[in-house]
């Protein structure tokens, strides 16, 4: 089954900053990677997600990029703001979504 | 209209008592899935219904642990003979479809906190 790795559990960056979190996945079958932000006693929500017919995906300030042959995907946040604060989940689907572990993400004032 | 809803919110059990959780997915979905998240912790698996297919109950920990979906739609997780470290946030989330181009997001309910005393 699929394994989903992501880097790192802790992140700190100043505000206005970019931030950049790192997943890897295991199979080569998954073809859809989401990513989930969940704020503090909420529920997670998907702030975007990208399939593995695309490179690259940006909405805004957020952008996620994969790289198939190397079965790795990033998401970035730039000029980051307090409210991006939160755990940044990853995911990958072959047959069912799988999770990482999260980044907690820390926006320094 | 309404999204995925679980109840209870919370749940506090004496140990070895059983528990049943529920999930009422949105309208339409054919995917359904259950998650259990420790304190500070990630969003482990535990199990997938897909319409009529038989679930991959791949993620669930033990034989305490189980789960139906009748009808295609509500969902119950039962937790047999409950333990301390099953105490966590067991989160149900639905999904529209999950064949190539159909959208796969997942819309996660509120989450039942089960503690275990």
């Known amino acids: 089954g699929e394994n989903v790795e992501q880097h790192p559990s802790t992140l700190s960056v100043q505000e206005g900053d970019s931030a950049v979190i790192k997943c890897t996945y295991s199979d080569s079958a998954s073809n859809y990677f989401p990513w989930y932000k969940q704020e503090l006693g909420k529920r997670p929500q998907l702030i975007i997600d990208i399939r593995s017919n695309v490179g690259e995906k940006k909405d805004q300030r957020i952008a996620v990029t994969l790289n198939k042959t190397a079965k790795h995907f990033s998401l970035h946040i730039t000029e980051t703001q307090p409210e991006d604060s939160a755990v940044y989940f990853c995911?990958?689907?072959?047959?069912?979504?799988?999770f990482g572990k999260g980044t907690r993400l820390h926006i320094l004032p | 209209g309404a999204g995925v809803s679980q109840s209870p919110s919370n749940k506090v059990t004496e140990k070895g008592k059983d528990v049943e959780l529920r999930c009422d997915p949105i309208s339409g979905h054919t995917a359904l899935y259950w998650y259990r998240q420790s304190l500070g912790q990630g969003l482990e698996f535990l199990i997938y219904f897909q319409g009529n297919s038989a679930p991959d109950k791949s993620g669930l920990p033990s034989d305490r642990f189980s789960a139906e979906r009748t009808g295609g739609s509500v969902s119950t997780l039962t937790i047999q003979r409950t333990q301390q470290e099953d105490s966590a946030v067991y989160l149900c989330?639905?999904?529209?479809?999950?064949?190539?181009?159909?959208?796969?997001?997942?819309?996660f309910g509120p989450g039942t906190r089960l503690t275990v005393t």
């Open positions: 995911a990958a689907r072959d047959d069912k979504i799988i």
């Open positions: 989330a639905s999904s529209l479809a999950l064949w190539a181009e159909a959208p796969y997001e997942q819309y």
